[in-house]
DNA sequence: GTCTATAAAGCGATAGAC
DNA sequence: GTCTATCGCTTTATAGAC
């Protein structure tokens, strides 16, 4: 229902008629609209990591084919541009929580940490691409990247860019990030 | 008082008094909620092209020292990181509404249109630095670097990083951007 | 655990006088 | 143009029965 209507437009008697419920249990099982909140934050974070999972799995097709660590990263910024009903929530809802704590502190220590989880894997990926990189080098690639993915992600959830396009953005950038790892040339 | 408490929690009545008149008159000049926020969505731009314009005057200090394209470029994203009032209003406010629009549609044409002139002025000095990029990859510069300011400013209203931390990665941003584009060797 | 009923407050918007 | 007064609806949260 975040997804959908956003934090702002979230009614606890509308969540309690869709689940079928009384605004009363509502309140019994999360205490208060805060608490609802937090268990929606924790739902969404098991959610992506189920997905991520997944998608890890059945990853390499082919045997050996296309399975380098740039294609994994790829893969994996991408798969929060999907247009599937799942990852779409996803992104909506998650963005929405971290544009709501601009004005609310109240999630920010859960989002905080998400974030920095979400931004290891991506300088796992960057460090197992190019490993003699220097490691504030991979972590402020790694942050521009999921800073950029955040980015995209509101232009395309409002409208303002088609997915496709999101997409190829992001991937040209793993490009440009890549290439700049690759070259001990330049300081940063 | 969209900076300070977002679009969910504008209050008319809050607007009203704080200045210093009823509520009825607050109608009588933005007809209803929607447009109020158009009229504040308005004044967000015409005071971002102000400051973007009084910094252009009394930016090169130097006669010619440091007056590079690429400093012009940095400077000119950078305006959107500082620790001044108006300009974390404006930004606060702008992003604020940018996240409303995912849930309202409203807005969506007035922000599509401030955001493309917003990336054609990023677009124009990426070509003053490298006048043989071919255009396609200078607009999708330019995107992918307005799209990361996004993300950032995000971060850093909500207060998960520092103001500096921001601004360095906009700076090396920038930097593996420009580097990228004035590379010939790769396609798009 | 779950429901009904309701308190209590908030909020957008309008009417009508001046 | 501006104000006062208020309608009418929505929303969070609780009380108390079952």
New binding site residues.
């Given amino acids: 229902m975040i997804a959908r209507q956003g934090v702002r437009g979230?009614?606890?008697?509308d969540l309690a008629a869709e689940a079928?419920?009384?605004?009363?249990?509502v309140?019994?099982?999360f205490k208060?609209?805060p608490g609802l909140l937090r268990q929606a934050l924790a739902f969404i974070g098991d959610r992506a990591d189920r997905y991520t999972l997944a998608a890890d799995e059945q990853a390499p097709p082919g045997p050996a084919e296309s399975a380098g660590p740039r294609q994994a990263l790829e893969r994996m910024l991408l798969l929060e541009f999907q247009d599937l009903p799942e990852v779409r929530e996803n992104s909506t809802a998650w963005g929405e929580l971290r544009a709501h704590s601009v004005f609310d502190p109240e999630l920010r220590e859960d989002l905080a940490a998400a974030g920095a989880a979400w931004t290891a894997e991506v300088a796992d990926h960057l460090v197992a691409l190019h490993p003699e990189a220097p490691a504030p080098a991979v972590t402020a690639a790694a942050e521009r990247l999921t800073a950029l993915l955040e980015g995209l992600s509101v232009r395309w959830l409002s409208g303002l860019i088609p997915l496709e396009h999101a997409r190829e953005l992001l991937r040209t950038a793993v490009g440009v990030e890549t290439g700049r790892l690759g070259c001990p040339g330049e300081a940063n």
């Fill in positions: 979230l009614r606890v008697a079928g419920v009384s605004t009363g249990l309140y019994y099982h208060d609209r």
